[in-house]
């Protein structure tokens, strides 16, 4: 946000509103949650995980009214970040700031990868990301807003196995920088690069292979949702004068690989 909107604890003279994708579950729930907390009205972007999303939005209702709805799309089909864009703004409430936080993630080695595979990760990490970003930076220009995306310390330093996740995620570090130039001087643009933080669910990551990751973190540990939702919060609401850059939260794993 400018100056001009930032929220204090004593009381906002403004309540931005914020659109979060991939907000049901996870990192993006509490970045949801954070930013809430800080103030905000925040828009949860889900594709598949209604019940939850709708349960958050009850929840932040709860506590403060009319303060969080949902809206539901594929970020990985193109075209759906249009249709996203249009039920936020036909509330008529227009946006001060968006997280691109919805992604994919999962292994591609080389010799297995096909389009399905493409499709999914490009389509999640950095197409979707791409035309949210364009569809709404009418809205964010006149509010003069802010964009975080959700990076990756991988997409600087390859992660063994996941090759389109890899170049999907580096796409994305430069839309942010590429999006920093061109959305210049209404609207700001940064990023969070994430390291160990939630492992997945799936079983990607066997205790020994999350122990060796572990050995190579600076400090020795796996950090937290909150980790990420504090410093999107930063960049998001107390970092006027931020843009173009990228912060690694990854208990300084980047700095020892």
């Given at each position: 946000?400018?100056?001009?909107?930032?929220?204090?604890?004593?009381?906002?003279?403004h309540a931005p509103r914020?659109?979060?994708?991939?907000?049901?579950?996870?990192?993006?729930?509490?970045?949801?949650?954070?930013l809430h907390a800080a103030g905000a009205r925040v828009v949860l972007h889900y594709r598949s995980s209604a019940g939850e999303a709708e349960s958050l939005a009850a929840s932040l209702n709860a506590l403060r009214a009319d303060s969080a709805f949902t809206v539901r799309g594929d970020l990985a089909r193109f075209g759906a970040?249009?249709?996203?864009?249009?039920?936020?703004?036909?509330?008529?409430?227009?946006?001060?700031g968006l997280v691109n936080n919805a992604s994919s993630f999962f292994p591609t080695?080389?010799?297995g990868i096909d389009r399905a595979a493409w499709d999914e990760l490009v389509?999640?990490?950095?197409?979707g990301p791409l035309f949210l970003s364009q569809a709404l930076a009418p809205a964010l220009r006149r509010a003069g807003g802010a964009i975080v995306n959700i990076v990756d310390i991988h997409a600087d330093w390859p992660l063994t196995g996941y090759t389109v996740y890899n170049v999907a995620k580096g796409g994305l570090a430069t839309l942010t920088r590429s999006l920093a130039v061109e959305l210049a001087p209404e609207v700001r643009v940064n990023g969070v690069a994430p390291g160990p933080i939630d492992w997945p669910e799936d079983g990607q990551f066997p205790p020994e292979?999350?122990?060796?990751?572990?050995?190579?973190?600076l400090l020795k540990r796996v950090g937290s949702?909150?980790?990420?939702?504090?410093?999107?919060?930063?960049?998001?609401?107390?970092?006027?004068?931020?843009?173009?850059q990228i912060i690694a939260v990854d208990g300084g794993r980047s700095v020892h690989l």
């Open positions: 946000m400018n100056d001009t909107q930032h929220s204090s604890p004593s009381g906002p003279t914020i659109l979060v994708t991939g907000a049901a579950r996870r990192v993006g729930a509490e970045i949801a949650r954070c970040a249009e249709d996203i864009a249009a039920q936020v703004l036909a509330r008529g409430e227009g946006l001060d080695p080389i010799g389509g999640s990490n950095l197409m292979e999350r122990e060796r990751i572990i050995a190579h973190t949702p909150a980790d990420i939702a504090r410093t999107v919060r930063f960049l998001m609401l107390d970092a006027p004068y931020v843009t173009g």
